[in-house]
């Protein structure tokens, strides 16, 4: 989440984000500050040192989140039915992308985020694993 | 339970994607006395005329991994339901299809839209109750509960059943 914060004539962009469940990013004008729940679940400020490498793991999997948004992957294993859009055409969250096929099931696989179709990964009759990606966005 | 009957749809599941599209209540049923382009997996036709039993549920949503015994569940049911109705002894041809003396009596369709998680299900039901003939290209293939029996049966009734059994069988697995 960004915002703006006006404190006296100053404007401060801020930045927050949650890291992993117990540690939140707070990003001001480009300095990070850190924040964790403790045992009682109280939000206290926390030293960047002594974020652990448990906690960094956490990060690079935010980061791989993120890119994965630029893919559409498959929820379910199953046959590709039908792809509904085309290379270059632009999506919107909701839009149905392509019919998987699984267990006589007819399955409408929707992109969550808009984005302009780079490269579909799959064919008509293909099958496919889940997790498989589908369609890569730009 | 909410039912809403129609005297005539071109599918119901048609229709109720349409409502689980503007959020209806979970396990609102959609009934049609008759369908004018009813249709099965890969959008196969389902012969449709008046008598027989067609309606759609618009499920609570279920986890991805619980997507594959919605099917299962339903056919179980309908299955169940024949039996304990009418002592005949149907068989489930698995996932989606009861059978009657090697006939198809009822299929099922299931029809998801899945983004990141499930965002709604529909089940399709299209039993072969009171349906008296069949074209020809389905004779040896396909029967129904009135040539089996030969008397009429009560569509309203097994369509309660039917949604109540599976509300019941659903509850058991997401517990």
């Given amino acids: 989440m960004r915002t703006k914060i006006k404190i006296g004539e100053k404007t401060y962009d801020v930045e927050i984000s949650e890291t992993t469940e117990n540690f939140i990013r707070v990003r001001i004008e480009d300095k990070d500050y850190f924040f964790a729940k403790n045992e009682f679940g109280e939000i206290i400020p926390v030293e960047k040192e002594s974020i652990d490498f448990g906690v960094l793991t956490k990060e690079s999997e935010v980061i791989w989140e993120t890119l994965a948004e630029k893919e559409i992957k498959s929820p379910i294993a199953g046959t590709v039915s039908s792809i509904d859009v085309k290379k270059d055409q632009t999506l919107r969250p909701g839009q149905k992308v392509a019919t998987l096929i699984a267990m006589k099931m007819e399955n409408e696989i929707i992109s969550e985020t808009s984005g302009i179709v780079k490269e579909i990964k799959v064919k008509e009759n293909q099958s496919v694993n889940s997790g498989d990606v589908l369609i890569v966005l730009e | ?175």
């Fill in chain 2, 1 to 175: 339970m909410q039912i809403r009957y129609f005297s005539q749809l071109k599918s119901t599941n048609l229709k109720a994607k349409e409502l689980a599209k503007i959020g209806v209540k979970p396990w609102t049923v959609v009934v049609a006395e008759k369908q004018i382009s009813g249709y099965g997996k890969e959008k196969a036709s389902w012969f449709s005329p008046k008598g027989g039993l067609y309606f759609s549920i618009v499920l609570p949503k279920s986890k991805i991994e619980d997507l594959q015994t919605l099917t299962i569940l339903a056919a179980f049911i309908v299955a169940k339901t024949i039996k304990e109705n009418f002592f005949l002894e149907p068989l489930i041809k698995l996932p989606n299809d009861v059978l009657l003396n090697g006939k198809k009596v009822a299929g099922i369709l299931t029809e998801n839209i899945i983004g990141k998680d499930v965002k709604s299900s529909v089940l399709g039901i299209g039993l072969n109750t009171n349906v008296e003939k069949f074209p020809k290209e389905l004779e040896k293939t396909a029967t129904s509960l009135k040539i089996e029996l030969g008397r009429k049966v009560a569509n309203v009734k097994l369509v309660k059943q039917i949604v109540q059994g599976l509300k019941e069988q659903l509850k058991t697995i997401s517990e």
